[in-house]
């Protein structure tokens, strides 16, 4: 099984930064795209940002200029590096795997909490 576990996550002021970390329990080098969601209280789950197997990246237009996701394939770890933060982006954040040759192969991580406040 997949697993993916989450770090990084914390209370930052508005304008601070914070890097939520994803180590997944198996090799990413070229068998998964990695992505990040996020849900904040009464709303849905949505799409923040992800990144291929190959390295191409997009982004949720929320967070285009502010958040970076990148790939470390030695260590199995994505990473989301969070600047400008906003009120707005406090929520539950999730990392999530895709298995590109697997059907159904979706993982997700257990969450890790971002609250921005002053």
């Known amino acids: 099984q997949v697993q993916l576990v989450e770090s990084g996550g914390g209370l930052v002021q508005p304008g601070g930064s914070l890097r939520l970390s994803c180590a997944a329990s198996v090799r990413i080098f070229s068998g998964y795209a990695m992505g990040w969601y996020r849900q904040a209280p009464g709303k849905q789950r949505e799409f923040i940002a992800g990144?291929?197997?190959?390295?191409?990246?997009n982004y949720a237009d929320s967070v285009k200029g502010r958040f970076t996701i990148s790939r470390d394939n030695a260590k199995n770890t994505v990473y989301l590096q969070m600047n400008s933060l906003k009120p707005d982006d406090t929520a539950v954040y999730y990392c999530?795997?895709?298995?590109?040759?697997?059907?159904?192969?979706?993982?997700w991580g257990q969450g890790t909490q971002v609250t921005v406040s002053s």
């Open positions: 990144i291929s197997a190959g390295g191409s990246t």
């Open positions: 999530n795997a895709v298995q590109l040759a697997v059907a159904g192969g979706r993982y």
